[in-house]
């Protein structure tokens, strides 16, 4: 499956932003999906998860109550809505599909959040 992420972009602390991770190759229903941040000079760290039915999400206590994960999967497509941003949400983010303990990433979007 190859994943393309999109919806990046510059925005000032407290505003909105939908990421959204289009799939093609493959149907996402099977994958669970997630998505993961890169600031600069630091690790990649997760985000938030999504399993494949879409009846489980799981969140980064630093975006929980913030973010929303959502899936389409008759869509082939994942989505990650971003409320309340703050600065400290500025990083490259990373859609990840996974099945059968194979991973396969998305190039990143960049989110910059100023303040």
């Known amino acids: 499956v190859q994943l393309q992420a999109c919806g990046g972009g510059l925005v000032q602390a407290g505003d909105s932003l939908r990421l959204a991770c289009a799939a093609s190759?493959?149907?996402?229903?099977?994958?669970?999906v997630a998505w993961f941040r890169q600031a600069p000079g630091q690790e990649r760290e997760f985000v938030a998860h999504?399993?494949?039915?879409?009846?489980?999400?799981y969140y980064a206590d630093s975006v929980k109550g913030r973010f929303t994960i959502s899936r389409d999967n008759a869509k082939n497509t994942f989505d990650l809505q971003m409320n309340s941003l703050k600065p400290e949400d500025t990083a490259v983010y990373y859609c990840?599909?996974?099945?059968?303990?194979?991973?396969?990433w998305g190039k990143g979007t960049l989110v910059t959040v100023s303040s």
């Open positions: 190759g493959r149907a996402l229903s099977g994958y669970g």
């Open positions: 999504i399993r494949r039915n879409g009846g489980h999400t």
């Open positions: 990840k599909a996974e099945q059968f303990g194979m991973e396969y």
